[in-house]
C-alpha cells in the first residue's frame, strides 16, 4: 500500500510519493468505484449507471446517466428516440446464422501493392481471427494465393483464378468465401459469386458484421448504420438499374417527376443526415456530462490500442470492476465506457475503454468511429496499450500511431501519452527498450503498482497538480480551506503540537493562493 508521510517543514511539501502508513488517519478515502461515484452526484459519471450497458461496464454515451436536469425526457426527446428506433431497424448486411467459411487470401509478392510491413500470414491470422470473433463462423479452409494483379476486376490472373475456383468449387460443405481484400466493388463480388457458387465477403462486410454485433448503445448502433452506408449505396447502384427486371432505373415514378434510382439516392441521403443529427444529438448529451466531469476535477485516462491488446483487461485490473468482460475477440468493445480507479496517492481517475484499432480498416469505417475517439481528445492522458506478446505488434504500434495522428489530437496530450507493454507473461525476460514505457501483465497483475505510480505522476504532471503534504495548525482555518480548495487525501494529527500533517491533491494555482493566505 502506497501512502504519503507527513514528514515536513512547516509550509514545506513533498512532491514524492514515499512508502509508509501514517500513524493516525482521518477521514480516509472510501474505497473505488464507490467514492467516485459520489463525486459525480447521484448518476455517476458519464452514464455511470447506464440502463443495459450489455453488463460490460458503465456507458459514456449518457444514456439513462440521470445526472441532473438537463437528462430529464420531454416529448421531443420521445419523438428523436423514436427517430434513432427507426433508423436502426434494418437488415444485416450479413445474414444470421453459421457461416463455414473459406478463407482466400490473395498475396501481392512484388510491385507497389506488396505490404511493406507485414506478411501474408499474419495477415491470414488476422482475417481468421475476424471469422472467429463471429459466433458459429469458422474457416474451413484457408488459400493463400499469389497475385500480381490485386487492383484487376477478378483480383488473380486468368489462369489462377480458374484454377481457385476449381479448388472452391471442389470444397465440400463450405458456405461463404472470405476474400481477404479491404473492399470488393459489387460486379466483382457478383461475378466471383456466380463462378464460386457461394456468397463472397469482403474485410469491409466482415467487419462491419462484428460491429453491428458487438455494438451496444445507441451511438454505436448509430455509428455502425452511418458506416454500412456507403455499402448500402454501391448495393443499390447495382440492384436497382433493374428493380423491375426490365431496365426500370431511369423510369419516372408515377406522378413524382422522379425516377427510381434519384428516389433511392434521396432516401439514402436523407438517411444519412438523420443519423448524423441522431449522432449528434447523443453527443451533445456526452459533451455535457464530459463538462460536468471536468468541473468536479476528476482526471480522465483513454486507454487506447490494437484490437485485442487488452485494454479492458488492464482497466479491469486497475480498477476492480468485475462487470468489465474482456473477451478474445476482435472488437469486443465498441462503446466507450468510464470506469473509475484510486491511483497510489488516493486520487480517482476515470479510465476510458475505447474501441481498438484494426491495420487496414477502410477509412469510412474509421471516420464513423472516429467521432467516438473525439472523447480522447478530452482526456488528461493518453495510454496506448500493446499486445507485446503479438508477433505484429510493432505494425500494430505504427496504425494505431497513425489513426491517433489522423484525430488531430492536441499535441501536449500526444507528447504526453504513455506506452504499456502488456502480456509480458506470455514473453519471458522482456524488459521494454522506448524511455516511457512500462511492461506489465494485466491478466496475471504484473507491473501494476509501478504503472499506476507512473499514472498518477503523469495526470499531476498533466492536470497542473500537485501531491502535497502540508504541515497546518489545527487551530487555524487552514484545514477547512483546504477541504474546500483542494482534495484532502489524508491527515495525520500530531496532538502533542496541535498540528496536522496533511495530504493534498492541489492545483498549481490553489496552492498559490494557500501560501498567500496562510503565508506562515
Ligand atoms: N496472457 C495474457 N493475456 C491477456 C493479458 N491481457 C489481456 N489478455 C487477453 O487478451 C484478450 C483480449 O483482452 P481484452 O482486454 O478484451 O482486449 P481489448 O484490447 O479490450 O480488445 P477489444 O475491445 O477487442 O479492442 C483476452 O482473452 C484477455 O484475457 C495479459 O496480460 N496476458
Ligand atoms: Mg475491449
New binding site residues.
Partial sequence: MWTLRAAVRPGAWLSRVVRGRPALRAAPPPPCPERVLSAFGPGGPGGLRGRGGGGRGPRADGRGSGAGAEEEEGPEDAEAEAEEEELLRREPLLPAGAQRVCLVHPEVKWGPGRPQLTRAEWQVAEARALVHTLDSWSVVETMVVPTKTPDRKLVFGKGTLEQLTEKIRGLSGITAVFLNVERMSVPTKKELEAAWGVQVFDRVTVVLHIFRRNARTKEARLQVALAELPLLRSHMKNSIAHPDGRGGSSRYIMGSGESFRQMQQRLMKERELKIHRALERLRRKRQLLGTQRRRREVPVVSMV??????????I?ALTGDAAMQ????????LDITAHAGPLPSGMTVVYM?T??FLSQLPHSLIESFSATLVDVAHSDLIVH?R?L?HPETELQKASVLSALQSLRLPTPLLDSMLEVH?????VPGYSPSEPRALA?????GLGLDELKAELEDAVLRATGRQVLTLRVRLAGPQLSWLHKEATVQDVHVVPEDSVAHVTVIISDSAYGKFRKLFPE
Avoid: E, H, M
Avoid at 490500442?305 to 488492464?314: F, I, P
Avoid at 506489465?440 to 496475471?444: E, G, I, M, P
Fill in positions: 490500442g490494437y484490437t485485442n491488446c487488452g485494454k479492458t483487461t488492464l479491469k474482456p473477451r478474445d475477440q476482435l472488437f469486443a468493445t475503454d474501441i481498438g496499450v499486445d506478446s502488456n502480456k509480458v507473461d506470455l506489465v501483465s494485466a491478466l496475471l
